[in-house]
């Protein structure tokens, strides 16, 4: 997945509650853990699934009248056996 945010942009603050147990699992790794780095990639992961979600919602109609099309009338280049 190529990232869609600018890894050199200014930082941001923001304040997170994590279960205290799982703190504590992720003490021994803390050395090897870029928290904020994976916070970011986990962020972005979201982010794309609910801007697809979004993109999908509003051109619904759209997509279901495109099948219908298909469905009526083929897929263009059919005829020659190239899709």
């Known amino acids: 997945m190529q990232a869609i945010f600018d890894p050199a942009a200014r930082k941001g603050r923001l304040s997170l509650s994590i279960s205290q ?3 504590d699992r992720l003490e021994p790794y803390k ?7 994976q916070a970011e990639l986990l ?3 979201l982010l794309e699934k609910l801007e697809n979600r979004s993109w999908a ?3 619904a109609q759209a997509l279901t ?3 219908r099309a298909i ?4 897929l263009a280049g059919e005829e020659f056996e190239r899709i």
């Open 21 to 23: 147990h799982l703190l």
């Open 31 to 37: 050395h090897q853990i870029n928290i904020s780095a």
């Open 43 to 45: 962020l972005e992961q």
């Open 57 to 59: 919602e509003r051109n």
């Open 65 to 67: 009248e495109h099948g």
């Open 71 to 74: 469905m009526a009338n083929g």
